[in-house]
């Protein structure tokens, strides 16, 4: 039997551990005790370990068939280049701001098959991008998803399922669009509108830098763009911090002591962002790609309205399973390609994709018109 090691045994990485123990000896690793207790024992191995630590990170994972990454954004680029260096392939969701590609060279010397941004939005969306750019020619792609609790509490109305400072980091984090084969950068949080969905009503969609990979692997695409959904209301209260100087990274001098407000920004809102035991949430993503197909202008809908379930939170379920189905494809041979891998290049793996999430009742609902 294959064996897997998952880095991160947070609330998706304990899913994806969790998923791939069903087939796999999977081990669990993660610098919290906290964490790796809540995980379900009978089927895996913990580890209590702190995988920045390049030399205990390499003699970890020395044994291991697959890496599977599922760290805070800030640690996803060091960690995915210290596994490449051990020359083990790997899948990873951690949204790091570094550029992936840079890590394509060593990859590729290593022989080493490398699939990053694997989760829901950059993840799945991306498939769905590379199935259809395989059969049409795309004019435009549209992307609006979110995570969003049930119940709204005052005065976020949102919980975190990733780490607070990865949030935080798409809301200062310059966002990237196309427009006319054009790259547009504006501000986070900017150009928000009010969109209606079937079974949620209004929310509030602004620019985020979801993109990613795609700016770059998708140039002849003219118009490209993502935007992050939440309740309305939720970005003014954003707004004020950030322009408040409460997500800044550079140190102040609190009364003698140098702090980041970054750092005391996150602290104070965790606890408010945390979901807790009985939390729900749901998942919602629209994907709209428009283009010509066999000589006749189309247009392709898409989706997604996903709810906790199995005692399992929405986002950790659409994020966490796109990335063990991405994971079983390499554990079986049915994807090798060396070097890095942005989500857009399965998308000849789009049906594989999708039956694996259906399985798992994370449907996607395709609308096509002519």
Known sequence: MKKIVVLGAGLVGGVMADDLSKDYKVTSVDISKKNLDKLNSDNMKKICLDISNTKLLHELISDFDLVVGAVPGF??????????????????????????????????????VAVMDCGVAPGMGNVIFGHHNENMKISDYECLVGGLPVKREWPYEYQAVFSPIDVIEEYIRPARYVQNKK??????????????????????????????????????????IEKTLRYPGCVEYLKVLRESGFFSYEETDVNGVKIRPIDLTSKLLFPKWEMKEGDKDFTIMRIII???????????????????????????????????????LILEGKYSRIGIS????????????????????VIYKMKKTI
Not at 190 to 217: A, P
Not at 308 to 319: E, V
Not at 342 to 360: M, T, V
């Open 183 to 224: 790259i547009i950068i504006r501000e986070a949080l900017s150009d928000t509108e009010l969109v209606e969905f079937d079974e949620i009503g209004t929310l509030e969609s602004w620019n985020s830098d979801g993109l990613r990979s795609l700016i770059k692997t998708m140039p002849h695409v003219p118009n490209m």
């Open 342 to 361: 942005p989500p857009e290049f399965l998308g000849k793996h789009y049906k594989y994709i999708s039956d694996y999430l259906s399985k798992r009742n």
């Open 290 to 328: 428009k283009g010509v197909e066999q000589n006749k202008e189309v247009t392709y809908q898409y989706n997604l309205l996903d709810r906790y379930q199995d005692n399992t939170i929405s986002m950790a379920r659409t994020t966490g399973f796109t990335c063990t189905a991405v994971a079983n």
């Open 75 to 112: 640690m996803g680029y060091k960690m995915m280049r210290d596994v490449i260096e051990a020359k083990k392939n790997i899948v990873d969701i951690s949204f790091y701001p570094e550029d992936p590609f840079g890590l394509d060279e060593l990859a590729k010397k290593n022989n080493v």
